[in-house]
């Protein structure tokens, strides 16, 4: 076990915290999982919605992009730590399939500078839109074409889950939810906290 790591307990609690660019589907992937529409507007500030499911409380912050000039970034980190200094399950990098990558991989960096390359345990990409399936999916990723999508995956892991957020399902949300289970039975035992500067806030990635 990680220095400083405390025993083990198993928690009720996940948060997912939801990354990506303007327009990739944060919100909508969001209201999905919560199944409710709780995500409107575009907000420039971290907003987050729970629901209960089953025995989980589900915490869901939905991230303004991050790279947006209008948004304070210095802010957003320290909401974000804040936000998650109690567990974080997952972080779902959203990325909308047919639209050329743009600023993805300097996302992932953010993600990894603010939380530790520890992170990248939990983070999956998110594919919205085109409502395809994943052996669509999978078939895409193998073209050359999609080189840039290859690299972010592989550096995620290959953990990737597609959403289609036009038809929302509960089948289509467990599914989900037990993927990032999976994650969370993956990384416990490999508990890491972080100090963060003089914030002395701790973040423990297992969400355990
Ligand atoms: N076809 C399809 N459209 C989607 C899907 N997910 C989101 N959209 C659409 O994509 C647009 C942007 O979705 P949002 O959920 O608002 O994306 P966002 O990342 O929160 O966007 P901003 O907060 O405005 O930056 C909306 O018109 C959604 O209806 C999907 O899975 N399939
Ligand atoms: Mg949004």
Redesign the pocket.
């Known amino acids: 076990m990680a220095e400083g790591a405390s025993p083990l307990t198993v928690d009720a609690v996940m948060r997912i915290v939801l990354m ?10 969001g209201n999905s999982i919560l199944g409710e529409n709780r ?1 409107t507007e ?2 420039c500030e971290l907003s987050e919605g729970q629901t209960q499911i089953g025995h989980r409380r589900v915490h869901v912050l ?1 991230c ?2 991050v790279l947006d000039p209008d948004v304070d970034k210095e802010k957003l980190q320290e909401q974000l730590l804040s936000a998650c200094s109690a567990g974080l399950s997952s972080v779902l990098l ?1 990325v ?1 399939l047919v639209k050329k990558l743009e600023n993805e991989q300097e996302m992932l960096e953010f993600i990894k500078d603010l939380f530790g390359p520890e992170v990248l345990k939990c983070i999956m990409i998110l594919v ?4 395809e399936d994943e052996a669509r999916v999978s078939q895409l990723l193998q073209q050359k074409v999609n080189v840039d999508l290859q690299q972010l995956l592989t550096e995620c892991g290959t953990k990737y889950h597609c ?4 038809r929302r399902s509960e089948e289509q949300r467990i599914h989900l939810l037990q993927k990032i289970e999976g994650l969370m039975k993956e990384n416990r035992g490999k508990l890491v906290k972080r100090r963060r500067g003089s914030m002395g806030s701790f973040v423990n990635f297992s969400g355990l």
């Open positions: 990506g660019r303007k327009g990739s589907g944060r919100s909508s992937s995500f575009q907000e939905d303004p992009d959203v909308p919205t839109h085109e409502d959403i289609n957020n036009k």
